[in-house]
């Protein structure tokens, strides 16, 4: 491995070399420094405006300013629901289930979206409600949209989805679901008024990437991004 070097008082290289095998891989970055910002105070928000409202979000007209000292402004969506001294809007949970002599799978649910006209592929996820903990908002939550009842095994901190649109952000609950169990054997869901959700097993052996698949043959989206596979009909295969 080359330890970087600065090569003037204006820019610098650096090179990785990373070794595989047989196979070598060279990352080459430079950067160059143009001009000394206006402002040495760190970056910070001015204001922030309503532009308009409804019942789960908003839009908001935020004025900040940015490293080099400049006033800019950037359209903000927020959720309307946060709760207050909440580390996360809400939680995303992954699920394992886990019965004898079975594979183990984790539980997806397919439900059609409208923002994007189309079903996509998600983990079962939910808000937080008033006075609820992360973990219990993702047992009730995967009570709700998929029947089971699991343990709580990992919590992640709080995490944002899109921050270039809002501040939205979330908590990924790691869950195990005994389907041994008599409760898992046959769940039912507890939608209530919430929209239809149909359950769908996948394989424990996901290909973990930072790729979204797109729309594809039968016009799905894979929603989570962390997470690479292609849905047709009632499955999903690894890519």
């Not at 309307?80 to 004898?100: H, M, Q, S």
């Not at 949209?145 to 501040?167: F, H, I, K, M, R």
């Not at 939608?191 to 594809?216: A, D, Q």
Request: hydrophobic share 35%; charged share 20%; aromatic share 8%.
């Amino acid at each position: 491995m080359k330890k970087w070097q600065q090569s003037d008082s204006s820019s610098f290289l650096y090179s990785l070399q990373l070794v595989t095998h047989e196979r070598e891989f060279t990352r080459t970055v430079t950067m160059s420094n143009h001009e000394e910002p206006k402002d040495t105070a760190a970056p910070h928000i001015v204001k922030e405006e309503l532009i308009a409202a409804g019942k789960w979000v908003k839009l908001e007209k935020t004025t900040y300013v940015d490293p080099a000292g400049n006033t800019r402004t950037w359209e903000t969506v927020k959720r309307t629901t946060r709760r207050a001294n909440t580390e996360a809007d809400g939680v995303g949970i992954i699920a394992l289930l886990k019965r004898t002599l079975h594979k183990d799978c984790v539980v997806m649910v397919k439900q059609f979206r409208p923002p994007l006209g189309c079903c996509t592929l998600e983990f079962p996820a939910g808000l937080i409600d008033e006075g609820e903990t992360a973990e219990a908002a993702a047992l009730r939550e995967l009570k709700e949209e998929t029947g089971y009842t699991g343990e709580v095994v990992g919590v992640t901190p709080a995490t944002c989805l899109d921050p270039g649109l809002s501040n939205c952000t979330i908590q990924t609950i790691l869950v195990n679901i005994n389907g041994d169990d008599v409760e898992n054997i046959n769940p039912t869901q507890k939608l209530g008024e919430k929209t239809f959700h149909n359950s769908v097993f996948s394989p424990s052996s996901f290909i973990f990437t930072l790729t979204c698949l797109g729309h594809n043959s039968v016009g799905h989206v894979a929603f989570i991004t962390f997470l690479r596979f292609t849905y047709k009909q009632n499955s999903c295969a690894v890519i």
